[in-house]
């Protein structure tokens, strides 16, 4: 076998030091260069975590409306029950605590409510289904719930509608709605305040209603707010907390129904709220 001379030898390493620099420069390209991210990939992976998400939402909405709803549901039948033996009990301390517990019992059932709802419409896991309503008797249906607060309170209830009056809605959304208005207007009143709800004509072919207090108001400031999830609840003005679902919850139903809510009120002053439903 014959001897490489010298000169070979250095050609033959200066050829392949060449194509190890080559390489290495094209990795470090490659490294400075990242290949471009395939856009349809990291959107169905989106999609697949959304789902994953909306899942888990839903298994834990189910899991709160089960493990919580059935024994609230009993305390409130035997709170009522209380709560009919009222007059005959002569213990004050008694009567005092058995209307705390069926105010705190209402208050945790509607929180619930909205809790459930605001999941359900994030998630889109919901029927809408609107039909031919009586409104007078869907409003009262809604007051009825929050009827022993309002006489906590003293209130002055006024419920303006006629009994033949039909609007277009999904029942269940508007009920919470309604729900919502008429518990925050009284949960902002004071003592021996006024509440005021309507269903009156509005223009063609439209009923506007309306739930508007006398009680303390909101200012510019509270005002641009209500709707921001990341602020602070106010509490009412017998010391009611919330968990600042209910005005969000009540614009994305609205929202459903093609609809807005308006809201007009002043610090001291009382607010009113309102919006628009086809009359049928």
């Known amino acids: 076998m014959s001897k490489i001379s010298p000169e070979k030898e250095t050609l033959i390493q200066l050829i392949q030091e060449t194509e190890n620099i080559g390489f290495i420069q094209n990795l470090i390209r490659e490294l400075r ?3 471009e991210p395939n856009i349809f990939e990291e959107v169905n992976q989106l999609k697949e975590d959304k789902k994953l998400l909306e899942h888990k939402i839903n298994k834990l909405t189910s899991a709160v409306s089960y493990e919580l709803g059935s024994p609230l549901n009993s305390l409130k039948s035997m709170a009522d029950l209380l709560m009919l033996d ?8 008694l009567v005092s605590t058995g209307q705390y517990l069926y105010a705190q019992i209402e208050a945790l059932q509607a929180r619930m409510q909205n809790l459930i709802a605001w999941s359900n419409l994030e998630t889109e896991n919901f029927v809408f289904n609107p039909k031919t309503l009586q409104a007078k008797s869907i409003i009262e249906k809604s007051f009825q719930s929050q009827i022993d607060l309002a006489r906590k309170k003293s209130l002055q ?3 303006n509608c006629d009994e033949k009056q039909t609007i277009q809605a999904d029942e269940a959304m508007l009920g919470i709605v309604l729900n919502n208005l008429i518990s925050n207007a009284i949960k902002f009143c004071r003592k021996g ?11 063609e072919n439209q009923i506007q209603i309306m739930v508007k207090d006398k009680g303390i108001g909101m200012g510019r400031a509270k005002l641009k707010k209500v709707f921001d999830l990341g602020r602070t609840p106010q509490r009412g003005t017998a010391n009611e907390q ?5 005005l969000v919850t009540v614009r994305r139903l609205l929202e459903l ?3 807005e809510l308006k809201i007009e009120s002043k610090r001291g002053g009382g607010a009113s709220f309102s919006f ?4 049928k």
């Open 193 to 203: 305040d006024f509440v005021h709800i309507s269903a009156l004509p509005n223009g």
């Open 242 to 246: 919330g968990l600042g679902l209910g």
């Open 257 to 259: 129904h093609e609809t």
């Open 33 to 35: 260069e990242p290949k």
């Open 276 to 279: 628009l439903l086809p009359q």
């Open 157 to 159: 209830i006024q419920i």
């Open 86 to 93: 009222m007059d005959n009990l002569e213990d004050k301390m």
